[in-house]
């Protein structure tokens, strides 16, 4: 299995590049996100998906391993494709995808090409739980080390008090790294600073 490869940037299109490595040009299907990252580089580390079916092999790479593993998470779900998961990683930026996603925002998820109303909440229902238990990252980014339950408790404290579920995240996000071991009442006070 291939991780990554290390090469030069032959040729770079929004859709695809063709990085040299060892007198091998291999032609890799990239997402927007990955284009920008590497616009203006001419030697690159990118991180392969090598995509392998009876009548189609495809490697689908990605600038950082972060969104490497929401790829990987994204066709999990059935009904997502490599073509729709590209495509969800081409509108928005992972971070985006996942906030969309824990914060149930179904109209943001269909605003996608490709993607319909049952597929969005099919996309919430089967990953919400994994990405804010850290799934489809590098590294567990949504709640750390915090106790999953107070975390919960605390949001829906939020929530009660008027606060959208997305806006409560966020600034629950913000106050769990800044304060990984933060009790419910700190959560609710330094959150509530951020709303």
């Not at 059935?78 to 081409?90: D, K």
Request: proline residues 2%; negative net charge; contains cysteine.
């Amino acid at each position: 299995m291939i991780d990554y490869i290390k090469g030069k940037i032959i040729e770079l299109t929004p859709t695809y590049t063709v990085v040299e490595c060892c007198g091998i040009g291999y032609m890799i299907q990239i997402s927007l996100q990955t284009f920008s990252a590497m616009e203006n580089k001419s030697d690159i580390t990118i991180y392969i998906h090598h995509y392998l079916r009876e009548d189609d092999e495809q490697f689908y790479g990605f600038a950082s391993k972060d969104e490497r593993e929401l790829f990987r998470l994204l066709i999990g779900v059935s009904g997502i494709g490599v073509a729709t998961a590209q495509m969800m990683l081409s509108s928005m930026s992972s971070d985006e995808i996942r906030n969309a996603i824990i914060s149930e925002d179904i109209n943001r998820i269909k605003s996608i090409k490709g993607i319909g109303l049952k597929t969005a909440q099919r996309l919430i229902l089967e990953l919400k739980d994994k990405i804010v238990k850290g799934g489809g990252a590098d590294s567990p980014v949504i709640f750390q080390s915090a106790n999953s339950a107070i975390v919960e408790e605390a949001t829906t404290a939020l929530v009660l008090l008027g606060f959208t579920k997305a806006n409560v995240n966020k600034a629950v996000s913000a106050v769990l790294k800044e304060t990984p071991d933060a009790t419910i009442e700190q959560i609710i006070k330094l959150a509530l600073k951020k709303l």
